[in-house]
């Protein structure tokens, strides 16, 4: 199976940006596995700000531009020495790719991004894609990393795209604030009513970001590949999705309905 997973900076790194050394040692541990099973697995790794900003030792995540690429610049370089040691513990090779909404806007450079992902996953490597925040500007950017997720998953024609999410998917309710809330385990369409459950876009409803993550579902879903969504606190939760438990939420590609 070709698997794409997006990992963001809250399951990454602790509240002040520094590595979450055991979470990130665990989750390298569970992708070289499902690797050595036979899976061909995308990385789409946030962190870069959060982990600058843990660097720098900055009291506060910055609001400038120039400050949040400087850190950028700081935490893509941790980010990919750490993924760089902790694969190469169990013998896999990682590439870094940094794209923008303006190469992938680009014809000839979309298509050049499509290659290279497809003759790495041929060379056996474990590409890992962000952002690439520090050229990243208001009218080029793609702005969060479930919509590049979404965007790598249909460029690379992946079965699947995994969101490791703080929560355990998408609820009839915010799970922080409604203890009856109840987890959906399968949508087939993404209805206003679904829309509606994230709290609509921008909202941030306990998890900082369900809508981006219906917004990713949709992209792969009308491109015929499933979004997952599963909380990424304990990363053998991979293990339970493949192995056909159920676990999180997942949205079925249209032409799949039951
Ligand atoms: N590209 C950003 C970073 O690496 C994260 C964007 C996102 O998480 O949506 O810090």
Do not use: W
């Amino acid at each position: 199976m070709k698997i794409v997973i997006k990992i963001g900076t809250s399951t990454l790194a602790h509240e002040g940006g520094h590595l979450n050394i055991r979470r990130m040692e665990q989750f390298c541990k569970v992708v070289s596995d499902l690797k050595n099973a036979g899976h061909e697995i995308l990385l789409v790794s946030s962190g870069a700000i959060g982990m600058g900003v843990g660097k720098l030792s900055l009291k506060a995540r910055p609001t400038d531009i120039p400050t949040k690429q400087a850190a950028a610049a700081v935490g893509q370089c941790e980010l990919m020495y750490t993924y760089d040691k902790l694969f190469s513990e169990y013998r896999h090779t990682v590439a870094q790719i940094l794209v923008t909404g303006d190469d992938l806007n680009h014809e000839d450079r979309k298509q050049n991004f499509e290659n290279t992902l497809s003759r790495l996953l041929e060379l056996g490597v474990i590409p890992i894609i962000n952002e690439n925040d520090t050229v990243a500007t208001h009218e080029i950017v793609i702005g969060d990393n479930d919509t590049l997720g979404a965007i790598v998953a249909v460029c690379s024609k992946a079965d699947v795209l995994v969101i490791l999410s703080d929560i355990d998917g998408l609820c009839t309710a915010d799970p922080h604030k409604d203890p009856n809330a109840k987890l959906i385990p399968e949508v087939y369409e993404i209805t206003p009513e679904i829309i509606a459950l994230a709290g609509g876009k921008g909202s941030d409803l306990g998890t900082g970001g369900m809508a981006t993550k219906l917004h990713a579902a949709q992209i792969t879903t009308k491109d015929g590949t499933d979004t997952v969504i599963l909380n990424g606190n304990d990363p053998t939760i991979l293990y339970d999705l493949f192995d056909g438990k159920p676990v999180g939420t997942r949205f079925c590609a249209k032409g799949k309905q039951a």
